[in-house]
């Protein structure tokens, strides 16, 4: 379950001054008296395994035909335009969201920064896809170097896509910058560096900027504000923020988050930060649109 920002975490938020806790419904964006339960088994938005997917679907398959072969990374000869190539590679398999192919890519000591195993990759990439049939990768190279017998690639990957959702069309975009490590071909070590994910519904959703440090100290006070672009004038705002340990078996579930009554403007909450890395995520709902943003916050000690 995901946890409120609230004390001891909380330490500033600013809420409407008749606020009261209620229940996200489906039927808030046209009704927004109408707070209840949602069913809890089948309207899950964001299992955590499938952010951890996200990030791998970044990486993962562009080696069935790698172009860097063993003699080249052996002889220093690694051109970024191989490195490119093998990034073209991926897109192109990751968008025909192919899982045969990768089985064909992983090293036995394979690793992932989030503790995710290949087994445990493979399907959860599979029911993403088959959730959201026509998300699509579009990656850019950041970073490259050669690292003895490795190659470390450093990636930003945009993904969008959208589901059916209570009646209406959910859309999710997202960013994700991660680091690879290739060694003969195969993917042996992933971290997932950066990410954020956005997913919206309604006829006009509210647009938010958030304001997250991407790491901070273990103890340390962190802001985290997510600041609608546009006033809505007199119409209802209604929210929450939460946090969530980054784990497989976690996932953001509207019909369990207690919205509150918000100040015109969004979401204003200061926390400290615990031992380990976090997802922090906000969920604003207007009677035109919800939007739930997800992004990760790193701890270092």
């Known amino acids: 379950m995901p946890s ?3 004390s001891p975490w909380l330490i500033r938020s600013h809420r409407h001054p008749s606020s009261t806790a209620l229940k996200f419904d489906q039927n808030m964006i046209s009704q927004p008296q109408g707070f209840t339960r949602l069913s809890r088994s089948s309207h899950r938005f964001f299992p955590a395994r499938w952010l951890m997917a996200f990030g791998w679907g970044v990486g993962l398959m562009a080696l069935g035909s790698l172009p860097l072969n063993a003699a080249t990374i052996a002889q220093g000869n690694v051109t970024e335009r191989q490195v490119r190539a093998l990034i073209e590679q991926f897109d192109a398999v990751a968008n025909q969201h192919n899982t045969d192919r990768l089985g064909e890519i ?4 394979f690793s992932n920064s989030d503790g995710l195993t290949f087994a445990q990759m493979e399907t959860t990439l599979q029911q993403l896809w088959e ?7 579009s990656t850019e190279l950041k970073n490259w170097k050669q690292d003895g017998q490795a190659v470390v690639v450093e990636t930003l990957t945009t993904i969008q896509g959208e589901r059916p ?4 069309t ?3 975009n997202g960013q994700i910058t991660s680091r690879q490590t290739f060694v003969q071909n195969k993917l042996v070590r992933q971290e997932v560096l950066t990410e954020k994910m956005t997913l ?4 006009n959703p509210p647009e938010v900027d958030v304001n997250l440090p991407q790491q901070v100290q273990a103890g340390q ?4 504000d997510v600041v609608l672009r546009q006033p809505i004038g007199d119409d209802l705002l209604a929210g929450t923020a939460f ?4 784990d497989p078996n976690n996932y953001v579930d509207p019909s369990q988050v207690k919205l509150e009554l918000l100040q015109a403007g969004g979401l204003f909450k200061r926390a400290i930060a615990g031992n380990d890395p976090q997802w922090l995520s906000a969920l604003l709902v207007t009677p035109e649109g919800m939007v739930l943003v997800t992004q990760r916050l790193a701890v270092v000690p």
């Open 106 to 109: 992983y090293s036995p000591e």
């Open 165 to 168: 959702w209570l009646g209406r």
């Open 4 to 6: 409120p920002l609230t």
């Open 221 to 224: 006070e962190f802001d985290f």
């Open 131 to 137: 959730t959201y049939g026509n998300l699509t990768y």
């Open 170 to 172: 959910a859309q999710l």
């Open 243 to 246: 946090s969530q340990k980054i």
């Open 200 to 203: 919206t519904a309604g006829d």
